[in-house]
């Protein structure tokens, strides 16, 4: 089965600063895609970006990125120039490639908080 | 409306009521989900919908009961629930294998008395 895993209950960071938030996946599969969600206050779950595992080169979306190393099974969010509206918990995710409804697993969540 | 809905966005029931939770997808896809979230812990996959037919039914509690009339709508019957079931439940739905993305709504508050 596959299992995700964010070590870092909570982070922080300085308002313009740029912050990495940990994950690393366990799968036998290899063909996958890996997910940052972003869950504000609100409740409201935001994908944030996408990685499918067959690219080597890392996703990025504005000021977010990934660090996707396939090998050691590792996907890292990095938010630069963060603001005060990045502060949420952030979750990590896996999905299998091929089957139809097959689902999302999620990592615990990390918290974000981002000073001022 | 556009993306995932959920209605209500708080419910608070006694153990003896028969409530249900509502979720609506305006995005055309073939999947949808209901996911629970606890503080404190991973967001639990419950049930999984593809086509209209549940695929997948993790261990969850017969008090609870889903229910997908089309591709469209996916609900969640509630009954003789526990406090421990007090929760957000997420609805989420997604385009079958091609998708990349996972779309959720805004969540339902549930308590339990």
């Known amino acids: 089965a596959q299992t995700v895993t964010q070590s870092q209950p909570e982070m922080s960071v300085q308002e313009a600063e740029t912050v990495t938030l940990s994950c690393t996946y366990d799968?036998?599969?290899?063909?996958?895609?890996l997910f940052w969600y972003k869950q504000p206050p609100s409740r409201q779950m935001i994908l944030v970006i996408r990685?499918?595992?067959?690219?080597?080169q890392n996703a990025t979306e504005n000021r977010f990125s990934v660090n996707f190393q396939k090998a050691a099974k590792s996907f890292s969010l990095k938010i630069s120039d963060s603001q005060l509206g990045d502060a949420a918990m952030y979750f990590c995710a896996y999905r299998g490639y091929m089957e139809y409804g097959n689902k999302l697993v999620f990592g615990a969540g990390t918290i974000l908080r981002v000073k001022s | 409306e556009t993306g995932v809905t959920q209605t209500p966005r708080h419910l608070v029931m006694g153990m003896t009521n028969k409530k249900s939770l509502k979720c609506e997808q305006h995005?055309?896809?073939?999947?949808m989900y209901w996911y629970k979230q606890s503080a404190k812990k991973p967001l639990e996959l419950m049930f999984v919908?593809?086509?209209?037919?549940?695929?997948e039914n993790n261990s969850v509690p017969s008090r609870f009961s889903p229910e997908c009339p089309n591709s469209s709508h996916l609900f969640l019957h509630l009954h003789t629930l526990q406090p421990e079931d007090s929760a957000l439940y997420l609805c989420?739905?997604?385009?079958?294998?091609?998708?990349?993305?996972?779309?959720f709504g805004p969540g339902t508050r549930l308590t339990v008395l």
């Open positions: 799968t036998s599969e290899s063909d996958y895609y």
């Open positions: 995005l055309g896809h073939n999947a």
């Open positions: 990685q499918e595992a067959y690219k080597q």
């Open positions: 989420a739905s997604s385009q079958g294998i091609t998708s990349g993305g996972w779309f």
């Open positions: 919908y593809s086509l209209e037919e549940r695929v």
